[in-house]
């Protein structure tokens, strides 16, 4: 079935560091692909997307490429800050599915200190 | 308040217990989610609804059930609690899935069952 793999973590960094968090799926079709993102004590909210092979979803400073060639939407951020120390999920979802229904990774929690 | 709400956001309740989680949306979104986040597993989906009376069970359907008479509601029942539900379980709610439908979360509610 389809499924998203995501590296574990926790991942420490200090602030202004580089985060990159790795995603990879399994999907028989062709999905839209997302990373979400729990901040303490909160449900979850949409990051950034892609929908389609080499589109780069981007949001507060993340990026992500959608690579169809390595199934991989790997998020990325130059310089991190303490605020965005949160869980962030990568998810897909199928384009077959009339549902809508999404697909998570495991989550990776990321810690940014001072 | 528009949004997604969840109640309560925590209970603590005994193994054999009947519970109900409480999800309320004011977008009048047609499809609604109940996911359970446990650690190492990421979000799975318990149950689905596109629509007030129609529901279908997702990855992790067993011990639950769940209702849906009116569009803006969607309780999410554990008929006889056991301790393997202890969890964090999270609503969701979106539009018709499209390539740009965004899934909206609640905050969660945190059960744990003694």
């Known amino acids: 079935g389809d499924s998203v793999t995501q590296m574990e973590g926790p991942v420490t960094l200090s602030e202004e560091a580089f985060l990159t968090i790795n995603c990879t799926y399994t999907?028989?079709?062709?999905?839209?692909l997302f990373w979400y993102v729990q901040y303490p004590g909160e449900g979850l909210q949409l990051l950034l997307k892609?929908?389609?092979?080499?589109d780069k979803g981007s949001n507060k400073g993340f990026e992500a490429t959608y690579r169809k060639e390595t199934t991989s939407f790997h998020l990325e951020k130059g310089s991190v800050q303490v605020s965005d120390s949160a869980v962030y999920f990568c998810a897909l979802r199928m384009t077959t599915d009339s549902w809508g229904k999404l697909q998570f990774g495991a989550g990776t929690q990321v810690v940014v200190t001072p | 308040d528009a949004g997604i709400t969840q109640s309560p956001r925590y209970k603590i309740t005994e193994t054999g217990r009947q519970v109900t989680l409480m999800c309320h949306q004011t977008?009048?979104?047609?499809?609604m989610f109940w996911y359970r986040q446990d650690l190492g597993h990421g979000l799975r989906l318990i149950y689905y609804s596109a629509a007030a009376d129609i529901t279908d069970k997702g990855e992790v359907p067993d011990g639950y059930v769940v209702s849906r008479s009116k569009t803006e509601n969607f309780p999410l029942t554990l008929e006889s609690a056991t301790r393997s539900q202890t969890s964090v379980y999270f609503c969701?709610?979106?539009?018709?899935?499209?390539?740009?439908?965004?899934?909206?979360f609640g905050q969660g509610t945190r059960l744990t069952v003694v």
């Open positions: 999907a028989t079709g062709y999905p839209s």
């Open positions: 892609a929908t389609k092979a080499d």
């Open positions: 969701a709610s979106s539009e018709i899935p499209g390539q740009n439908t965004e899934a909206f």
């Open positions: 977008w009048s979104h047609s499809y």
